[in-house]
Nanobody
Framework: QVQLVESGGGLVQPGGSLRLSCAAS????????MSWYRQAPGKQRELVAA???????NYADSVKGRFTISRDNAENTIYLQMNNLKPEDTGVYYC?????????WGQGIQVTVSS
């Protein structure tokens, strides 16, 4: 079993920045891909960004140029640097680490962008 714990969320004004962290309870070398998802009120959960163990990165079109995902295998942590935040970025952000037998999810962390 692996536990994923998100941190770094909160309330920020439009145009502001936040950095989310997802710390795993053991090595993340076993996860070929780790991702950030988000879910806005009344909407389906959507992929925000994903990073492979080899460094391949994908972003949702809505966050390209504003968000940066990174991975620190030594610290068993992935990050999501979010700049120029917009109200539509509001939602619960989840860390995700799939394997062939199980999907690991964090508990989620709230990000609210509002003036």
């Amino acid at each position: 079993q692996v536990q994923l714990v998100e941190s770094g969320g909160g309330l920020v004004q439009p145009g502001g920045s936040l950095r989310l962290s997802c710390a795993a309870s053991r090595t993340i070398f076993n996860f070929n891909v780790m991702s950030w998802y988000r879910q806005a009120p009344g909407k389906q959960r959507e992929l925000v960004a994903a990073i492979s163990i080899g460094g391949t990165i994908n972003y949702a079109d809505s966050v390209k140029g504003r968000f940066t995902i990174s991975r620190d295998n030594a610290e068993n942590t992935i990050y999501l640097q979010m700049n120029n935040l917009k109200p539509e970025d509001t939602g619960v952000y989840y860390c995700h680490a799939p394997t062939t037998v199980y999907d690991y999810w964090g508990q989620g962390i709230q990000v609210t962008v509002s003036s």
